[in-house]
C-alpha cells in the first residue's frame, strides 16, 4: 500500500529530471544560445520600371456577318470553310438568272421612254413654230411642253429601275467584305435563301485585340504617378506583351489604342484595349491571355523582396539591422507590388540594412548575424521546389507567390504574419 502511494512521487520526480535536463540541453552552461544567421540587404533607391499584369481575352478586330441582299437558289459556294479569304473575293453566288430577266426588262422600258421623250420633243418643236406664226393657240404650245417634262421624268424612272436592276444582279454574286478568317458556312448549297439570309461570318485577326480590364483604384495610382513626375512615361510608351496559360511569351509586342472613358459598374474598373500584330494566327478570339503592360519608370524608388515583408496588428513592416546588428522594427507604407518585389512608398531609405531570409529567427531589439545574400545563397544546400519541410524545423518555407515567412514573435505587443499571396498593405502608423 505504501509503495502505491510513492509510485506517483517517483514518476513526478523522474519527469521533472528529464524535462530541466531538455531545458539546459538548449544552452549548455546555461548561457544565452548565439544570435541566429540571417540574410541582410542594404536599400538602394534607383529606377524602377514598373510592370502591370492583367487577364485579358482576344477578340477579332472586325466580326462581320456575310448576308444574302437577294434571294435565290444558292447554286455555289467557292471558299473553304475556315480558310482566310482577301477582301473581295468571291463567296458565293446565288441563281442569277432572274436578276438578268429584270435587267432586261429594265433596259426596254428605258428604251421606251426614251422614244416617248424624242417623240414629246419633236411635237413641242412643232408647236412652238405654229404658235409663232398664229396657227396655234398658246395652251397647245403649254400642253406639248408639259408632256415633254413628262416624258424626261419617265426616263429618269427608267433608268433608276435599271440602276436597281444591275444591282440585284451584282448581289448574286456574293464578295468578302473584308478580310479574314471565315467560319462554318450556315447555308448548304441548293438552298433556297431570302434576303437577309446569313451565310457566314468572317474574323479579321491581323491585327487582334486583346481586351483587358484595370480596377479603378490602380489606374487612379498611375495616372497620380504620371502627373505627380514620380514615374516618367506617357500613354503612348507603353508595351504590351502577352503571355499564354503554359508560360510561353508571344513574340509580338503590342501597343494601347483604347481605353474607357468610364467604369465599369458592376465590376468597378476600366476597359483597355491592346492591338497586336497577329500574322501567324497564334491568337484566337475567346483566348485567354496574361496582359503585361510596361513602358512607366519609378526614379529614385525603394523596392523590397517580397519575403521581407511582414504583416503586424498595426500594420506592414520590415526588419532592419542597426550598426550594432540588432533587429528593430521598421513600419512602411507599401505600393505596387512587381513578381517578387514590392514598392515602399514611405518607411525606408537608400542605406537602410534589411532581414530578407530567416525573419521568422528574428526578435525585436534582438542581435543577429548578417550576411550578405550572396554567401547566404552558396552556404545554403539546394532543396528541391517540391521538398516538404523537416519535421521540428525552425523555419517554414516561403509561402507560394514569394511570401515572406511569418515572425515567431510580435513586434510591439501582437503577433505577427508573413504578406499573404505577395498582397500590398497599408503602413503602420
Known amino acids: 500500500?505504501?509503495?502505491?502511494?510513492?509510485?506517483?512521487?517517483?514518476?513526478?520526480?523522474?519527469?521533472?529530471?528529464?524535462?530541466?535536463?531538455?531545458?539546459?540541453?538548449?544552452?549548455?552552461?546555461?548561457?544565452?544560445?548565439?544570435?541566429?544567421?540571417?540574410?541582410?540587404?542594404?536599400?538602394?533607391?534607383?529606377?524602377?520600371?514598373?510592370?502591370?499584369?492583367?487577364?485579358?481575352?482576344?477578340?477579332?478586330?472586325?466580326?462581320?456577318?456575310?448576308?444574302?441582299?437577294?434571294?435565290?437558289?444558292?447554286?455555289?459556294?467557292?471558299?473553304?470553310?475556315?480558310?482566310?479569304?482577301?477582301?473581295n473575293q468571291v463567296l458565293f453566288r446565288i441563281d442569277p438568272r432572274e436578276f438578268e430577266a429584270e435587267v432586261a426588262l429594265a433596259q426596254a422600258q428605258l428604251a421606251q421612254s426614251e422614244a416617248r421623250l424624242s417623240q414629246a420633243r419633236r411635237t413641242e418643236e412643232r408647236q412652238q413654230t405654229l404658235t409663232q406664226r398664229g396657227a396655234a393657240s398658246e395652251a397647245t404650245l403649254d400642253d406639248a411642253t408639259s408632256a415633254r417634262e413628262l416624258a424626261e421624268a419617265q426616263v429618269e424612272a427608267a433608268e433608276a429601275t435599271l440602276q436597281t436592276a444591275r444591282l440585284s444582279l451584282t448581289y448574286a454574286t456574293v464578295n468578302a467584305p473584308v478580310g479574314g478568317i471565315t467560319s462554318l458556312e450556315q447555308v448548304p448549297e441548293g438552298s433556297l435563301v431570302s434576303a437577309n439570309t446569313l451565310l457566314t461570318r468572317i474574323s479579321q485577326l491581323d491585327p487582334i485585340y486583346v481586351n483587358f480590364s484595370a480596377a479603378d483604384t490602380e489606374a487612379a495610382a498611375i495616372r497620380r504617378l504620371v502627373e505627380g513626375g514620380t514615374a516618367t512615361g506617357t500613354r503612348n510608351d507603353l508595351v504590351v506583351e502577352v503571355s499564354f496559360g503554359d508560360g510561353t511569351?508571344?513574340?509580338?509586342?503590342?501597343?494601347?489604342?483604347?481605353?474607357?472613358?468610364?467604369?465599369?459598374?458592376?465590376?468597378?474598373?476600366?476597359?483597355?484595349?491592346?492591338?497586336?500584330?497577329?500574322?501567324?494566327?497564334?491568337?484566337?478570339?475567346?483566348?485567354?491571355?496574361?496582359?503585361?503592360?510596361?513602358?512607366?519608370?519609378?526614379?529614385?524608388?525603394?523596392?523590397?523582396?517580397?519575403?521581407?515583408?511582414?504583416?503586424?496588428?498595426?500594420?506592414?513592416?520590415?526588419y532592419t539591422v542597426n550598426g550594432e546588428n540588432v533587429a528593430e522594427v521598421r513600419p512602411i507604407r507599401t505600393g505596387t507590388e512587381m513578381g517578387d518585389q514590392i514598392v515602399v512608398s514611405d518607411g525606408l531609405k537608400s542605406g537602410d540594412r534589411i532581414v530578407t531570409v530567416g525573419v521568422v529567427k528574428v526578435r525585436p531589439n534582438a542581435p543577429v548575424t548578417p550576411a550578405a545574400p550572396e554567401a547566404a545563397t552558396a552556404a545554403a544546400p539546394s532543396v528541391p521546389a517540391n521538398a516538404a519541410t523537416p519535421a521540428g524545423s525552425s523555419e517554414q518555407a516561403p509561402a507560394a507567390g514569394g511570401a515572406g515567412t511569418g515572425a515567431a514573435d510580435a513586434p510591439a505587443g501582437g503577433a505577427s504574419s508573413p504578406k499573404a499571396g505577395g498582397t500590398t498593405s497599408e503602413g503602420a502608423k
Open 1 to 87: 500500500m505504501t509503495m502505491m502511494k510513492s509510485l506517483p512521487l517517483a514518476v513526478s520526480a523522474t519527469i521533472l529530471a528529464v524535462l530541466s535536463g531538455a531545458a539546459f540541453a538548449q544552452a549548455p552552461g546555461g548561457a544565452a544560445p548565439p544570435p541566429p544567421a540571417v540574410t541582410v540587404e542594404t536599400i538602394e533607391a534607383k529606377s524602377l520600371p514598373i510592370t502591370y499584369e492583367y487577364a485579358g481575352r482576344v477578340v477579332a478586330s472586325r466580326e462581320v456577318e456575310v448576308r444574302a441582299r437577294v434571294g435565290g437558289i444558292l447554286l455555289q459556294r467557292s471558299f473553304e470553310e475556315g480558310s482566310r479569304v482577301q477582301p
Open 249 to 318: 511569351t508571344y513574340p509580338v509586342k503590342g501597343t494601347i489604342d483604347f481605353t474607357s472613358s468610364s467604369i465599369d459598374t458592376e465590376t468597378g474598373t476600366i476597359l483597355s484595349r491592346a492591338v497586336l500584330d497577329n500574322p501567324d494566327n497564334r491568337l484566337l478570339p475567346g483566348q485567354f491571355v496574361r496582359v503585361s503592360v510596361s513602358g512607366l519608370t519609378l526614379e529614385d524608388a525603394v523596392s523590397i523582396p517580397t519575403m521581407a515583408l511582414m504583416q503586424g496588428p498595426q500594420g506592414a513592416f520590415v
